[in-house]
């Protein structure tokens, strides 16, 4: 009987490790105000948002949040800088059908707050929200705001789906969304000002430029070698290769840029679904100096490329790839395409251009840019100053801001 009590009081303890939030509400850290528990809820966590994470989850601690961020899939080195845990995780339905995070209803059950994705692809996130006044104290949405993408591939499941997430949103403690104007459209739509507020999704803008200061003129004249670049003036395309990224409308436009711009070349990092097909339509065009450079998250590698760069070039789908783009003082030249992400919201008249879905008109415009060196040089500068407005710290600064203020813990802490 001693041996069992003491296996259950070793387990009670080791669940009290793994499940910190639900164990620690109301705990004080050494002299200093109650820890406010908080649960992010992720299906993945992409590599780009490993330092926003480890960020967010430091200052958290010293505004008294303690933050554990759970997902699906190990997020890889070096996930150990935030407080992580990975649930085993199984798709339920037909095909892939929905997904399901195996133990997270027990895990963030107790939290003080609960920052939940809008998807509902994740079947632990509508079912948590419904039971949610027993689960956490405040719920809180972060997404996109709006869906720019369902908005161009309508069908009636795509309906009723954006019909619920609209119909959760507004039964919620409030909503963070990833730039103004996905804020926008929730405050014309009827969500009270005081509960949705922008934070401005980004990447490490710093950690990016840390990096790539470290890259070396050798290093640079070795990659201009080993890719034979010689004195070409060079084009960017970062992103994953699938079709709404437009890639071969922007193979198309590079031939006949080189009709005017012999020494142009490109590059292009990311890998996918298209990859194949798109090497394929390299040859049929017969482009010189085109190279398919793989999928790269190495910071000094990237900063390699990005710094070899003139211009960002991404016709279809814009996403974070504008900001890292800014980093380096890359303007970015796209479309109006209509499915573009909300950053697609940072692209001014200063730091890129937007042209038509014209192949000609879009090759034009690169070629008079890469003609107009003070023009080039002005918008350079221009992107340069973007990117330093949308630097990490003040993204995280903002996150935190909106958890504090919709969770009513700024309210409370001033004593009303």
């Known amino acids: 009987m001693e041996k069992i009590v003491h296996v259950i009081k070793q387990r009670t303890e080791e669940a009290a490790l793994m499940i910190p939030n639900a164990v620690t509400v109301g705990r004080r850290e050494a002299g200093s105000r109650p820890m406010r528990t908080v ?46 845990r990975t649930l085993h995780s199984r798709f339920v339905g037909p095909g892939n059908g929905g997904l399901w995070l195996q133990g997270l209803t027990e895990a963030v059950t107790g939290s003080d707050i609960i920052v939940a994705p809008q998807e509902l692809q994740c079947l632990n996130v509508p079912y948590l929200w419904a039971r949610r006044r027993k689960v956490c104290r405040s719920w809180i949405w972060w997404w996109h705001g709006y869906n720019f993408q369902a908005a161009q591939r309508a069908s009636w499941s795509l309906a009723v789906n954006e019909s619920a997430k609209r119909f959760m949103t507004r039964h919620a403690d409030g909503l963070i969304t990833y730039t103004e104007s996905g804020a926008d459209y929730w405050r014309r739509n009827g969500m009270p000002v005081e509960r949705v507020r922008p934070y401005y999704n980004t990447i490490d803008v710093e950690g990016i430029r840390g990096a790539a200061s470290k890259v070396s003129e ?177 993204s995280v600064a903002r996150f935190l801001m909106a958890i504090r203020h919709f969770s009513g813990y700024d309210r409370n802490e001033r004593g009303g």
């Open 218 to 394: 050798e290093e640079l004249a070795e990659a201009r070698a080993t890719l034979e670049l010689g004195r070409a003036r060079v084009l960017l395309f970062s992103g994953r290769l699938y079709a709404e990224k437009r890639v071969d409308f922007l193979l198309r436009a590079f031939g006949l840029l080189q009709q005017g711009e012999p020494d142009a070349a490109l590059l292009i990092i990311g890998d996918g679904p298209e990859r194949k097909k798109l090497e394929g339509l390299r040859e049929e065009l017969k482009l010189r100096r085109v190279h398919f450079l793989g999928a790269c998250t190495d910071p000094g590698r990237l900063g390699v490329y990005f710094r070899l760069a003139e211009l960002l070039v991404i016709p279809g789908l814009v996403g974070l790839a504008i900001v890292h783009g800014y980093a380096f003082g890359l303007p970015l030249i796209t479309t109006d395409y209509p499915g573009h992400s909300p950053e697609i919201e940072y692209l001014t008249l200063e730091t890129g251009v937007m042209t038509k879905q014209n192949i000609e008109a879009y090759a034009a415009v690169i070629e008079t840019l890469l003609k107009s060196p003070d023009q080039l040089k002005l918008m350079r500068a221009a992107a340069i100053r973007a990117g330093d407005r949308l630097g990490l710290a003040p």
């Open 39 to 84: 649960s992010i809820i992720q299906r993945e966590i992409p590599h780009y948002r490993v330092p926003f994470f480890s960020q967010l989850s430091a200052q958290g601690e010293r505004e008294g949040f303690r933050i554990t961020v759970f997902s699906a899939a190990d997020p890889g080195p070096p996930w150990n800088e935030f407080r992580h």
